[in-house]
């Protein structure tokens, strides 16, 4: 099965040509990293993680937003949700993928790594973050590998793939509310310090991954043909508007605890963040930008005439997945580190290589999710395959 | 011997699961050890007392700062991004409080304060470190070990109070003069004031504390109630840094 990643036409071959490039450039990067020190990075003192941990944060929604079509489909077996489940299962692979690496690229003594298994800390978050990121890539592989075997042959998927697929939906959950612990568990930084940041994440999550879905499930179709139908598409899309505006909602309710309680040390973070501080103010518009993509997308998601024109709904979604990777891909890890606990206000500007080594990262994902989508799209189109909705893969759960 | 080995056996065995088992709930909740040894010997709990009074009137004195740069191989980095920092001066609004205590500390108000790492009795950053690369020892010391840090910086994310500091670049050719008796270290780890660990282990006191020409920095035992620290402490109002984080800083200041 695996063999149907190697089928494809010459613009198939183009798109991995790409990819690589960009992934050779990012090695390169990387060698001098590993050579001078994470000095080459725009990091400092006072702001010791920004561009790598944030886009860690943010692709770590990306793979738990899975559970927004893994839910309906299994346990409720929602079978509009058929051919877009196995797609969001790859997307969640992929993104998992990206924020290991994105956490390795971070570290100051990678040679170093396995020390975290070697002295296994209970106390400290990261361990359990660790293990509930790896536990989750391993069961969205086992599901997506074992739910395409089966169809492969065109048998029902295994009995035992029930308990799995019903214990990966609390995991999604679990993945984002232990990485929003990693923040929100710290003294001292106050941006963090707040019990709504892993609902936040959560909310901001499952609007920015389902985005992300409806934009590769139609760019997909554009390409293969491969179709997973409108009234899926347009079903994520209703999920997408209900979850953006609960994110916009938590926003707010931080923002009037924040500024009504008039409490000084959080309000220093969103001043550096919507208005600058001291001279800072590099993240202004960037931050300006995402509040009114943010608005935009709300705008279309909301009205039902708008959302149901697939073009419109394309651009919601790229506005939500733009807006919110604005937010949680950069502001929010840089923000609240500016100020610093001594008050310093530090600015933060990634470098080249910083953002060379990002993107090659972004590059092995999107690697991962069209090599992974194409032997899907493969094993779906075989003649006399399960690619009817009357007999795609039926769910193990019933619900 | 009335015991049989049996009776024995199984007494041991539960001795251990119970001191396995509480060390592992202590692990999990990320408390510190208990007050004594257990062979009953007495263990200091160390702390420095900083006399501001003292400190600020040779404005300007280095002193302490350029013993514990001499005695460690801290590296002097031209960029304030990537500054190591051991013991350093802050301004005192920034040391304590960002907005100061309104017309209360004119005294003290833009005057430079020295401040280093608290030796927390409740260190974030011990609990936060993946790997144990910085732990506390049973005198209150908190630890790092350069050979096992996997310079994940989330101790420095934990560390409300700035006080550690990460090697961006390599640190060796910024040493002014090496000291041969204490470890240099490698880029890509972090580092901070260990309370002259290796200093005690000698029987003498810190480094600054001994250069200290005002002996603006007294040290010593805050458990013992005769002690140095604990008389300065006694005789005059003093302050901890950030005490509402319930981190429990080891580094007192008198105003």
């Known amino acids: 099965m695996p063999d149907r990643a190697f089928g494809g036409g010459g613009r198939y071959w183009a798109w991995l040509g790409v990819l690589a490039t960009l992934i050779v450039a990012g090695a390169l990067a990387y060698q001098r990293q590993l050579a001078l020190g994470l000095g080459i990075t725009g990091l400092s003192r006072d702001v010791t993680w920004g561009l790598y941990i944030a886009q860690f944060t943010f692709l770590v929604g990306v793979a738990a937003s899975a559970v927004v079509v893994v839910l309906p489909y299994y346990l409720h077996d929602y079978r509009v949700f058929g051919r877009i489940t196995i797609l969001g299962e790859c997307l969640a692979v992929s993104a998992v993928a990206m924020c290991l690496l994105f956490v390795f690229v971070d570290m100051g003594q990678p040679a170093r790594a396995l020390n975290v298994l070697l002295y296994p800390t209970p106390s400290s978050i990261m361990f359990w973050d660790m293990l509930v990121l790896a536990g989750y890539l391993g069961l969205n592989a086992v599901i997506a590998r074992a739910t395409l075997a089966a169809e492969h042959r065109g048998v029902p998927p295994p009995r035992w793939l029930g308990p799995v697929i019903v214990l990966s939906i609390p995991w999604a959950v679990s993945i984002h509310t232990v990485t929003a612990f990693l923040y929100s568990g710290l003294p001292g930084r106050h941006l963090w310090l707040t019990a709504l940041l892993a609902p936040r994440f959560l909310a901001s999550a499952f609007a920015s991954g389902p985005a992300l879905l409806i934009l590769l499930a139609m760019l997909l179709r554009r390409l293969t043909g491969f179709d997973v139908g409108r009234e899926a598409l347009q079903k994520l899309g209703l999920i997408v508007a209900y979850t953006m505006t609960v994110n916009v909602f938590f926003v707010l309710v931080e923002l009037f605890t924040v500024f009504y309680s008039q409490a000084p040390e959080a309000i220093d973070h969103f001043e550096f963040l919507f208005l600058g501080l001291e001279g800072q103010a590099g993240l202004v518009p960037w931050m300006w930008a995402s509040v009114i993509l943010a608005v935009l997308s709300l705008g279309l998601l909301l009205t039902p005439r708008l959302r149901r024109d697939m073009r419109l709904l394309a651009a919601a979604c790229a506005m939500v997945f733009a807006s919110l990777w604005m937010d949680k891909g950069l502001g929010l890890i840089v923000g609240g580190f500016v100020p610093s606990p001594l008050g310093e206000v530090t600015g933060y500007v990634p470098t080249l290589p910083e953002v060379a080594i990002a993107l090659a990262i972004w590059a092995v994902g999107s690697l991962l999710a069209s090599v992974l989508f194409k032997v899907v799209v493969a094993v779906r189109g075989e003649p006399g395959g399960p690619d009817s909705h009357s007999r795609s893969v039926r769910a193990p759960v019933e619900a | ?255």
């Open chain 2, 1 to 255: 011997m009335s015991v049989d080995r049996r009776a024995f056996l199984g007494a041991a065995g539960l001795c251990a699961l119970a001191v396995t088992g509480t060390r592992s709930l202590e692990a999990l909740a990320g408390t510190g050890r208990p007050e004594t040894a257990p062979q009953g010997r007495r263990v200091p709990r160390w702390g420095m007392v900083v006399d501001l009074r003292r400190c600020l009137q040779a404005d300007g004195c280095t002193d302490c700062i350029a013993a514990c740069e001499r005695a460690h191989n801290v590296p002097r980095l031209p960029s304030r991004a990537h500054e190591v920092k051991w013991i350093w001066r802050e301004p005192y609004e920034r040391a304590f409080a960002q907005r100061g205590s309104g017309y209360a500390d004119e005294a003290l108000r833009g005057k430079l304060v020295p401040v280093l790492c608290n030796h927390c009795d409740n260190p974030p950053c011990v609990r936060v470190c993946p790997v144990k690369a910085t732990w506390k020892r049973e005198d209150g010391i908190v630890m790092m070990d350069w050979h096992r840090c996997i310079g994940c910086r989330y101790c420095m994310a934990a560390c409300p109070y700035g006080a550690r500091s990460f090697n961006w670049l390599d640190p060796r050719p910024r040493v002014k003069e090496v000291n041969p008796d204490f470890p240099t270290r490698t880029r890509g780890v972090v580092e901070k004031c260990n309370f002259c660990e290796e200093r005690l282990a000698q029987g003498r006191g810190p480094a600054c504390v001994e250069a200290c020409r005002e002996r603006a920095l007294a040290f010593g035992d805050l458990r013992d109630p005769g002690s140095q620290v604990r008389e300065q402490l006694r005789s005059r109002h003093a302050m901890r840094r950030k005490p509402e984080l319930g981190t429990e800083p080891s580094v007192y200041y008198r105003a």
